[in-house]
């Protein structure tokens, strides 16, 4: 199964998206919760991106 990607423009985001890591565990779902941004870093989040399907993931979550 492909893996979901959530991403979180700072790490105070993270109030925001728990509910979301937690539905995805709850049903078995494997994610990465990333923190990058893309204003202050373009290259790492469109990297990041375009890599994402050859690195299993099927789902980006931002």
Not at 14 to 43: C, F, N, Y
């Amino acid at each position: 199964m492909k893996k979901v990607a959530i991403i979180m423009g700072s790490d105070s985001d993270l109030p925001i998206v728990t509910p979301a890591i937690k539905q995805l565990k709850d049903l078995g779902i494997e994610s990465e919760v990333r923190v990058m941004s893309a204003h202050r870093t373009p290259e790492v989040a469109h990297d990041f991106s375009k890599n994402a399907i050859a690195n299993g993931f099927g789902v980006i979550i931002a």
